[in-house]
């Protein structure tokens, strides 16, 4: 049984276009982490998000966790080919990480 | 200067042999972990050391030994290799147990033919 659900698993789409993906989940997390993984390579955090509602900016990238810390979204504005790779959500529960199977996002020139 | 490295980054093995995969840290943290990659790059936690003391032991099959002989190392040997070994294996460290932000290394790929 899956902790924490990503959405969508795949999503390829214009340079230049705006997109949401999607970490969700029953349980309440006392903070969440998003990372990317490119390919060859290992996952390299984002952002750390820990109060409910909280919204973190990191460039083009909009982080929100939900007001019941139950989930999280994270928003693209404008991608860029850059902006490719695997990006993984990670919810603290009882001091262990748990991890979504990732949103793997694909930005054409 | 890496902060998290591991070797080898490839390897390709035969059904049957054991291998080992080696980690380092040099970021002065006092928790590494093991993490599997399968194919549809979930990551699976196998095992966590804090201090050189095991701390988490996931359900992994007794072939896989974690080995830490101090806090900046913690090494992975595999014994009868299965092709279901196959998969990318990501060493990571943390400043204490718990939660915290992980720093992973690069990965090494594992094939097991």
């Known amino acids: 049984t899956q902790l924490l659900e990503q959405s969508p698993q795949f999503l390829s789409i214009q340079e230049g276009e705006n997109l949401t993906v999607y970490c969700n989940s029953s349980s309440v997390f006392s903070s969440l982490q998003w990372y990317r993984q490119e390919p060859g390579e290992g996952p390299v955090l984002l952002v750390t998000v820990v109060t409910g509602g909280e919204v973190k900016k990191l460039k083009r990238l909009t982080f929100q966790f939900g007001d019941a810390r139950k989930d999280s979204s994270l928003h693209i504005t404008a991608a860029q080919p850059g902006d490719t790779g695997l990006y993984l959500c990670?919810?603290?529960?009882?001091?262990?990480?748990?991890w979504g199977a990732g949103t793997k996002l694909i930005i054409k020139p | 200067d890496t902060a998290v490295s591991q070797t080898p980054k490839y390897l390709v093995t035969q059904m049957g042999n054991d291998k080992s995969i080696k980690c380092e840290q040099n970021?002065?943290?006092?928790?590494m972990y093991w993490y599997k990659q399968d194919s549809k790059k979930f990551l699976k936690i196998m095992f966590s050391?804090?201090?050189?003391?095991?701390?988490i032991n996931e359900t992994v099959p007794n072939r896989f030994s974690p080995k830490s002989p101090d806090k900046a190392h913690l090494n992975l040997h595999i014994n009868s290799l299965e092709l279901g070994d196959s998969a990318v294996y990501f060493c990571?460290?943390?400043?204490?147990?718990?939660?915290?932000?992980?720093?992973f290394g690069a990965g090494s790929r594992l094939t097991v033919l």
């Open positions: 050391y804090n201090n050189k003391e095991l701390i």
């Open positions: 990571a460290s943390t400043p204490s147990s718990g939660a915290n932000v992980l720093t």
């Open positions: 990670a919810g603290s529960l009882n001091y262990q990480l748990i």
């Open positions: 970021l002065g943290h006092d928790t």
